[in-house]
């Protein structure tokens, strides 16, 4: 019973993380409308940003965290800006936008292997500890927070899509962008929102992520696999569905411990975006239309 | 010292080449974006190498190699047949994840990360290839044959037919072709091409593991073929020698050599940004991606 | 030659094709009109093979070929003309019409041994194709570089060169100036001529009503009305449902 509880509790903060990813990349696919793979690169830099001012730098940390997730959403607009939004003028299909966005994960994560080196970092705030036990189960303070936060963080995200005028605007161009056009919304304008937001949104799984394990250059590309086979799993271009896929992500990985040897953990992520890419690709929640024929 | 570093230069090469040549026989003439290359890439290696440890004269390893590379292709093309532009890349791209974490998990087969050493250098009629001139040589007219087969099938009604089916594949449909099965032969044939490039690259190394199958590895491949353009043969040699030299200056200027490589990806990786932005034809391609 | 009987096509709630049932008769010209959504290209498509009836059958030369794939209804004889240009861009105006005659070069082997060649006799075929349409000299052009007009008489042209019994043309005259509308039309009627067997969707009625030997009418997925071209004309029928459009 203990280690069932345990790989559910593993399997929670995980899907968290995933789930946050997830969330992030849903956003920016609902309204954009192509694979911005180069997501892990804003997760990637976030991380490191804050090494860079808390552990190198040494301000302060909650000054850090502000500003490395506020970094997060800017390279996310600047990659929009810069690459994304020019090959929209001409008319790039979304294949073009995917190379694109493969090009810029990799050149942005060669850029931290150049500035930082290979080796793994430490951000160093949080002390390692036991944990605390919980229905026969460890769990870390900072576990609960990783879960607390991300809860929070996708109610707000619910409120902001169903309350606000940005929100709203923004399942408009998702559900139909010549309507929203039509009506005065400017898609530009969505655009460069959705990438800062989905971007800071990834920057935070970032921040939690490098607190409670570390940083490492190609950290930002595992995450993204993941999160973005939840995004599949659940049904991409719906932000609820990703953030439930990647739950469902974090908790296949941490069960499938319990059948397969510890080393294939990390292929479960895969197999499943396989299959799924294959077999379903609107995934569970998804409508059926995203499948180009 | 410098005649060793031209040669090694050389001989990579030829690898990029033909690596080049079989992506570009799949994307440029064929219409498949395919992201699974360096997976083709990494079974022709592994099947090389596992059967030249066990005893298995050169060159049934390096065609064993091929073929299961193609084997493995035309797998590939049953479930994403119907698959097209960037959905088609996302499942080549998970096909590849999952060949990359059987190579790391598998360690019964593949010894995980520790990798495969003690390669043996191919040997043909009782000549071994130990020095790195003959390996070059031997590499050359792999190249050689690799081109010719490539050449063969282009410019064939059957190459032509693929570029219609690049064009349009239901008009092609309706023409009363098997498109499918087209497709299909046009990945296995492609994966057989980048299985061989995978079995000289484990015979001159004598050393595999996972990370050099890992996905960076295809950032270089797919950037030679767009930069070059699209159904350019002759253009994606020119481009491979060219990617594979324009970084080496590198090593001259005093970076530290681990960071050699992430600079020839970030090289790369701009150029294959700025050519997607300015030059979306390629420098010698006349057909536009997508 | 071409039988049609009870096909249904349904896409969610709306029935594109609603038990549509009609005969296309050797060595005729047929012409399928209609408003706009009456179904007429989903019925072509049912015909090629690319959407799946609900229900309903097809027969050609009394064969069934309800359902069948695409390239296995080609090959069955049937030869088809898509509304939008669909050329092969990339390829030259002689690759896109080689490709046509025949389908030696889906074999892999047999191409790459050198096997399947590029024999005179079909080049012939290609020439002989471009001097009905008055396209000789562009041969050796890549297929993108041509007009709007050009493209649709190469499409045309390639239609016609790919073997078959029976033609269906989506709209052949679409988009084209009325010169070389004229200039399709007596193509089609020289076809006629050569015994050939041809089945049109087209909106222009003066090219429809000039050529057609029998025509047939269809509004919301149903056939409404058939005959000769001035019957049609006259009906009350049609003319309400075109009306109402």
């Known amino acids: 019973m203990g280690i069932f509880t345990q790989l559910t509790i593993n399997g929670l903060i995980a899907g968290a993380i995933y789930a946050l990813v997830a969330a992030g990349f849903s956003l920016i696919y609902s309204t954009c409308k192509f694979i911005h793979f180069a997501h892990g690169a804003s997760i990637a830099f976030c991380g490191y940003f804050l090494y860079f001012l808390f552990s190198m730098l040494h301000l302060n940390f909650w000054l850090s965290v502000i500003f490395a997730i506020i970094f997060a959403g800017l390279l996310g607009y600047g990659m929009d800006l810069l690459v994304y939004k020019q090959l929209r003028k001409r008319k790039a299909s979304p294949l073009i936008l995917l190379i694109a966005s493969l090009g810029l994960l990799i050149f942005l994560e060669s ?69 929203a056009e039509i009506v005065g919304i400017s898609s530009e304008r969505i655009y ?21 394990q570390n940083l490492e250059a190609t950290m930002g590309t595992n995450l993204m696999i993941r999160g973005f086979t939840g995004a599949i799993v659940g049904g991409i271009g719906n932000v609820p569905s990703a953030i ?50 | 010292m410098i005649e060793a570093y031209i040669i090694h230069l050389l001989i990579l090469i030829c690898i990029f080449i033909i690596l080049s040549i079989s992506l570009q026989l799949s994307i440029g003439f064929a219409g498949l974006l395919s992201l699974a290359h360096i997976a083709f890439y990494c079974i022709g290696a592994y099947t090389s190498a596992l059967l030249a440890l066990a005893g298995v004269p050169f060159w049934i390893c390096i065609v064993l190699a091929g073929i299961s590379a193609m084997i493995f292709g035309f797998l590939l093309s049953i479930p994403t047949n119907k698959l097209k532009g960037d959905y088609l890349a996302l499942a080549t791209l998970a096909f590849h994840i999952v060949v990359y974490a059987v190579a790391l998990n598998w360690t019964g087969l593949t010894r995980g990360p520790l990798g495969l050493p ?17 390996f070059l040589i031997l590499t050359f007219i792999i190249m050689l044959i690799c081109y010719f087969i490539a050449k063969l099938i282009i410019s064939s009604p059957f190459g032509k037919a693929l570029g219609a089916i690049r064009d349009d594949e239901l008009s092609t449909k309706v023409l009363g072709k098997n498109t499918f ?26 050393f595999i593991d996972p990370s050099s199958f890992h996905l960076m590895q295809m950032v270089p491949i797919l950037a030679i073929v767009i930069i070059a353009g699209l159904a350019s043969l ?25 960071m050699v490589g992430p600079m020839r990806q970030i090289i790369y990786a701009l150029i294959l940004i700025l050519i997607l932005l300015y030059k979306p034809k390629g420098l010698f391609g006349k057909i536009k991606l997508g | 030659m071409l039988q049609i009987k009870k096909l249904k096509k349904y896409f969610g709630g709306v029935k594109a094709v609603d038990g549509a ?64 240009s669909r050329l092969f861009n990339n390829l030259t105006v002689k690759d896109n019409l080689l490709i046509a005659i025949d389908n030696e070069d889906t074999f892999f082997w047999r191409n790459f041994f050198r096997a399947n060649r590029i024999t005179a006799e079909k080049e012939n075929k290609v020439r002989q194709m471009l001097e009905l349409v008055n396209m000789e000299k562009f041969e050796k052009r890549i297929a993108r570089e041509l007009s709007y007009g050009q493209k649709r008489l190469i499409e045309i042209a390639r239609t016609i060169l790919n073997p078959h019994k029976l033609l269906m043309l989506d709209e052949p005259v679409a988009g084209v100036n009325p010169k070389l509308r004229t200039e399709i039309a007596k193509l089609l009627l020289k076809l006629k001529k ?52």
């Open chain 1, 111 to 179: 850029l931290i292997l150049v500035l930082f080196g290979a080796d793994i970092k430490t951000i160093g705030f949080i002390r390692v500890t036991q944990g605390m036990e919980f229905l026969g189960a460890r769990i870390t303070q900072l576990q609960v927070v990783i879960i607390l936060v991300s809860i929070i963080l996708f109610v707000l995200l619910f409120l902001f899509m169903k309350r606000t005028k940005m929100g709203k605007a923004m399942r408009a161009v998702a559900n139909n962008k010549e309507v």
């Open chain 1, 192 to 212: 460069r929102w959705s990438f800062i937001i989905g971007s800071a949104i990834a920057g935070i799984a970032a921040i939690l992520v490098g607190l409670e």
């Open chain 1, 244 to 293: 439930l896929g990647g739950f469902l992500i974090g908790f296949a990985e941490n069960y499938g411990v319990w059948f397969l040897p510890s080393g294939y953990k990390e292929a479960i992520a895969f197999v499943i975006l396989f299959i799924f890419l294959l077999f379903r690709p609107q995934g569970l929640f998804g409508i059926k239309k995203l499948v180009h024929k």
């Open chain 2, 118 to 134: 003690g390669i043996p250098r191919p040997s043909i009629f009782g000549f071994v290839f130990s020095g790195n001139l003959s």
């Open chain 2, 181 to 206: 099965k087209m497709k299909t032969y046009a990945l296995g044939i492609s994966a057989l091409i980048a299985g061989i490039a995978g079995s000289l690259y484990a015979h001159y190394i004598t």
């Open chain 2, 234 to 258: 002759r253009g994606t040699i020119i481009v491979s020698i060219i990617l594979v030299l324009l970084p080496e200056p590198l090593r001259f200027i005093g970076f530290p050599s681990s």
């Open chain 3, 21 to 84: 049932t009609f005969n296309v008769k050797e060595n005729s010209i047929t012409a399928l009109i209609g408003p706009n959504g009456s179904g007429k290209t989903t019925v072509f498509n049912l015909i090629s093979g690319i959407l799946k009836a609900e229900t309903g059958r097809i027969l050609m030369d009394k064969e069934e070929i309800t359902n069948l794939r695409p390239y296995i209804v080609s090959n069955k004889g049937i030869s088809r003309l898509f509304q939008q």
């Open chain 3, 194 to 245: 050569q015994k050939e067997t041809i089945l049109l969707i087209e909106h222009d009625m003066n090219f429809t009503l000039k050529i057609a030997d029998h025509v047939i009418v269809m509004d919301e997925g149903k056939v409404i009305a058939e005959g000769k071209p001035e019957h049609i004309k006259k009906n009350k029928k049609v003319l309400e449902a075109y009306l109402g459009e």
